[in-house]
């Protein structure tokens, strides 16, 4: 089974930073693509940013410049940087992995995927 625990949410005044982690446990041979995702209050679901197996990351335009996503294989985690925040980042912040769990996965081109729990970021004018 694997896990993604995130950390690092809270509230913070507009302007201001905050820096998410996300770290992944469990079964997993190796470690695909990571990414960010965010819920705002009847929002659908968007995609952040994220960030390839060798380092290539994508964002959304509403973030750019002013959020970087990194990745520490090692420890298998992903970062969310988020500086000059505003309002409207106000969300429910989650944390996607995609993995293969086996060797034998990967050489059929099975990947799996799964979701952290959220952590709440409350950005106030």
């Known amino acids: 089974q694997v896990q993604l625990v995130e950390s690092g949410g809270g509230l913070v005044q507009a302007g201001g930073s905050l820096r998410l982690s996300c770290v992944v446990s469990?079964?997993?041979?190796?470690?695909?693509?990571m990414a960010w995702y965010r819920q705002a209050p009847g929002k659908q679901r968007e995609l952040v940013a994220d960030?390839?197996?060798?380092?290539?990351?994508n964002y959304a335009d509403s973030v750019k410049g002013r959020f970087t996503i990194s990745r520490d294989n090692a420890k298998n985690a992903v970062y969310l940087q988020m500086n000059s925040l505003k309002p409207d980042d106000t969300a429910v912040y989650y944390c996607?992995?995609?993995?293969?769990?086996?060797?034998?996965?990967?050489?059929?081109?099975?990947?799996?995927?799964?979701w952290g729990q959220g952590t709440q970021v409350t950005v106030s004018s």
């Open positions: 996607n992995a995609t993995y293969y769990s086996s060797l034998r996965d990967v050489l059929r081109g099975l990947l799996g995927g799964s």
């Open positions: 960030i390839t197996s060798g380092g290539g990351t």
């Open positions: 469990g079964s997993i041979f190796s470690l695909n693509a």
